[in-house]
Each structure stands twice: as structure tokens, then as C-alpha cells.
């Protein structure tokens, strides 16, 4: 629909003159016109013979005829799908393991770093609980450490009601 270019650009639109004076006679000459000659405005739309008659007919024989069934799943793309699926998940299964550090290359400095930012998962009571009286030995023999440093590391990270209540 063209709308913008039907409208003109001139926003003064006015009535003719005398136009709403005489406008009643001339409604009036125009009924009488219509009624004389019978014009009858056409519509377009009409009903074929014996429509009716045969609708109800026509309806069940259509409501009777067995319906085509359309699947919502393509059979050829659902293999398709799965076996582009299925590859990308061998590929990824077979990629090679990224080579295993062994815990006796780790240096002592990454292992104390790691517990000390990323232990959320378990508290120092939990840790000393997992390993034995000999081997938290070696760790106080492997580990020398100022008394200053201790105390500091103490005021950080704990709190002194948890002191007590342990």
C-alpha cells in the first residue's frame, strides 16, 4: 500500500462552499434516484446453486478420507545429527590425556599456595585428619619457619573465638 503518496502534501483541506446548506436535498435527490431506477450494488460474492443442499454431504466425505501423517522428525537428519554427535564425542574421548605431573615434581610452594587459596572444598582440621602422625612430621621437619612469621600468618587467617572453642 502506497498510503504516503495518495495524500497530499497540502494540509488545508476544505469544504466547498454552500456544500452542508444544500447537502440534505441533494441526499434526498439521491434516495429517490436509487429507489426509481433500482440500482442495487453488487458485492461480488454469491452462493452456488444447491450449495446448501450438498454441504453436508461434502463435509463427511471429506472428514472420511484417512489423513496423510506427517512426522515432525526427518529420519535421514536424526542419523545425520546422531552421527555427527557420536564423532565429536570419540574425538573427544580419544584425545590424548594431558601429561600427569607427578606429585614428587611439585614443588612445595605451588602445593602450600593451593591450600592456602583454593581449599574451600576442605578446612585444616579435615586436612590434618588425612594425613598420619609421621608424615605431619615431615612436614614440621621439611618446613622452618620464623616465630614471626607464624604469629602473622595466625592474626590472618584465624579467629580468635574458633581458637577456643577447638
Known amino acids: 500500500m502506497n498510503t504516503n503518496k495518495d495524500i497530499s502534501k497540502n ?17 434526498q ?11 442495487k450494488k453488487d458485492t461480488g460474492f454469491i452462493v452456488p446453486k444447491e450449495y446448501f ?13 484417512p489423513t496423510k501423517v506427517v512426522s515432525l522428525f526427518k529420519t535421514k537428519w536424526l542419523y545425520a545429527t546422531a552421527s555427527v554427535a557420536a564423532i565429536i564425542i570419540l574425538i573427544l574421548l580419544l584425545k590424548s590425556p594431558a601429561t600427569i605431573t607427578p606429585f614428587e615434581d611439585i614443588e612445595s610452594d605451588t602445593i602450600a599456595s593451593y591450600l592456602e587459596t583454593d581449599n574451600y572444598l576442605i578446612s585444616d582440621y579435615e586436612l590434618g585428619e588425612l594425613l598420619t602422625d609421621d608424615e605431619l ?30
Open 137 to 166: 612430621d615431615d612436614l614440621s621437619n621439611d618446613i622452618q619457619l620464623e616465630d614471626v612469621e607464624v604469629i602473622e600468618y595466625l592474626d590472618i587467617t584465624t579467629d580468635p573465638y574458633d581458637l577456643m572453642t577447638q
Open 11 to 27: 494540509k488545508d483541506y476544505k469544504v466547498p462552499e454552500n456544500y452542508f446548506i444544500d447537502f440534505q436535498e441533494r441526499l
Open 29 to 39: 435527490v439521491q434516495l429517490e434516484f436509487e429507489e426509481l431506477i433500482g440500482t
Open 53 to 65: 443442499e450438498r454441504l453436508p454431504e461434502k463435509i463427511i466425505s471429506e472428514v472420511q478420507q
